[in-house]
Nanobody
């Protein structure tokens, strides 16, 4: 059974930090590129960051560069998103996505809510 379970979301004040985690199971995590997406109310889901299966390469949406860091621990089957200097416009549901590129298979987590507000 494939599972992607996000955690670490919550309510945080502007300027503070949060670290999201996504624990994976039931598929070949070490062969999968991992991404974080987010969806704010009334908006389309957007890419936040991507990391390759080895963790050697990362990519970020322009608005997140310098504030967010994606990383992974293949020994723990977990991907992280460190979010610093949070802004109210970062408020969204954050989703974890796995892509097994060799097979064209995609999995999504259920999402975790991040709310940035004073």
């Amino acid at each position: 059974q494939v599972q992607l379970v996000e955690s670490g979301g919550g309510l945080v004040q502007p300027g503070r930090s949060l670290r999201l985690s996504c624990a994976a199971s039931g598929f070949a995590f070490t062969n999968s590129a991992m991404s974080w997406y987010r969806q704010a109310p009334g908006k389309e889901r957007e890419l936040v960051a991507t990391i390759t299966s080895t963790g050697r390469s990362t990519n970020y949406a322009d608005s997140m560069k310098g504030r967010f860091t994606i990383s992974r621990d293949n020994a723990k089957n977990t991907v992280y998103l460190q979010m610093n200097s949070l802004k109210p416009e970062d408020t969204a549901v954050y989703y974890c996505k796995a892509v097994m590129t060799a097979f064209g298979i995609t999995y999504w987590g259920q999402g975790t809510q991040v709310t940035v507000s004073s």
